[in-house]
């Protein structure tokens, strides 16, 4: 059994800064891709930013230069820096990754409970 568990949503003003985190635990043997979504109210759930293991990154243009995505591979850990937030980023933030939890087990996608972030003055 694979869990992913999330922390670190919040109240933000706008031009705020927060950092998500999220670490996978359980039965793991290899890590594939991490990344974040996000669902606004009465949108579809949406690419934010994902990380190979290798570190190759890819951002949704709404957040480009603002977001950062980052990992650490040996804690199964991901995290998100969120810099000059707006109102339109206000979603709950939901980590995913793809995990192999044994090795003759394929890689199958797990998702976070979801960590609410909301931008407003």
């Known amino acids: 059994q694979v869990q992913l568990v999330e922390s670190g949503g919040g109240l933000v003003q706008p031009g705020g800064s927060l950092t998500l985190s999220c670490a996978a635990s359980?039965?793991?043997?290899?890590?594939?891709?991490m990344g974040w979504y996000r669902q606004a109210p009465g949108k579809e759930r949406s690419l934010v930013a994902t990380i190979t293991s290798g570190g190759r990154t890819n951002y949704a243009d709404s957040v480009k230069g603002r977001f950062t995505i980052s990992r650490d591979n040996a804690k199964n850990r991901v995290s998100l820096q969120l810099n000059s937030l707006k109102p339109e980023d206000t979603a709950v933030y939901y980590c995913n990754a793809v995990i192999q939890s044994s090795y003759d087990d394929i890689g199958n996608n797990y998702w976070g409970q979801g960590t609410q972030v909301t931008v407003s003055s």
């Open positions: 359980g039965s793991i043997y290899r890590v594939y891709h």
